[in-house]
């Protein structure tokens, strides 16, 4: 199994403390069934600011020092990357890592706002020939509001990522319900753990793709699990025809 978003790298942003929790992390993710995952540390947040260069430099030493553990787990380089005004000019300084140094960036909402730029420059992203995914949408506010909104951007070209946590209901009931009806919609193409330790963010993956099973087959498991380990190579992944989805089930459901 790949998971292609974690806060694995130790004391660089709001995930492993130190090295000691990024070994406690890696242990549980393989116990798990993870062999790869991608460090993805905030960019820039208002508290941290990681760079491609450094974050390059902490994803080799963390590969070390699983080496000498012995812990059967690759960590690839990325970021994760706050929406904001700069993105373009910040990608142009090489400051922004994609994922594995591929063409796909994971770019993130607030918690309640999707700014009105967003749609403008998650087009002006794919002019750079880079693919945005959008992650966590399902734990933002004004989408569980309007989810036309990510119909929109997903049909205009960006991807999304949900997380493991969402689905199992780790973020509580509204969540997982939406989480489950993006995947219904054809309007997720990833999930992944977003893990930050091993007990309040933990990484979920396995119950994730229990419950993505349970509720839409095994072939919705291979099309996730398929997608990271194409991300990882930099190759197209796999999409569905997106779908609005149905507000009157929507609103009923809550």
């Not at 491609?52 to 994803?59: D, H, R």
């Not at 995947?183 to 994730?208: K, P, V």
């Amino acid at each position: 199994m790949i998971d292609i978003h974690s806060h694995i790298l130790p004391g660089i942003d709001d995930g492993a403390m130190d090295g000691q929790e990024s070994i406690a992390m890696a242990k549980q993710a393989v116990a798990e069934g993870i062999h790869t995952i991608i460090a993805t540390p905030h960019h820039k947040n208002g508290q941290f600011e990681n760079k491609k260069e450094f974050i390059l430099q902490q994803v080799e030493k963390l590969n070390e020092l699983f080496g000498k553990e012995s812990i059967p787990l690759t960590v690839l380089p990325g970021q994760e990357l706050r929406i904001n005004g700069d993105v373009l000019s910040d990608y142009e300084a090489g400051e922004i890592l994609t994922l594995n140094q591929t063409q796909y960036l994971f770019i993130e909402f607030s918690s309640g706002h999707v700014p009105r730029y967003a749609e403008q420059l998650l087009y002006d992203i794919q002019l750079k020939g880079l693919t945005p995914i959008i992650v966590h949408p399902e734990r933002n506010q004004e989408l569980i509001t309007n989810p036309d909104l990510l119909y929109q951007f997903v049909e205009k070209g960006a991807l999304i990522q949900v997380t493991a946590a969402s689905i199992t209901g780790g973020f509580g009931k509204k969540i997982k319900k939406f989480s489950h009806q993006l995947i219904e919609a054809n309007l997720t193409h990833f999930i992944a753990s977003d893990a930050h330790n091993i007990t309040s963010r933990s990484f979920n993956m396995q119950g994730a793709y229990s419950e993505i099973e349970k509720g839409f087959g095994k072939n919705t498991v291979y099309l996730f699990m398929e997608n990271a380990a194409l991300l990882v190579e930099g190759k197209q992944v796999y999409k569905e025809m997106p779908q609005k989805v149905k507000t009157k089930k929507f609103l009923g459901l809550f």
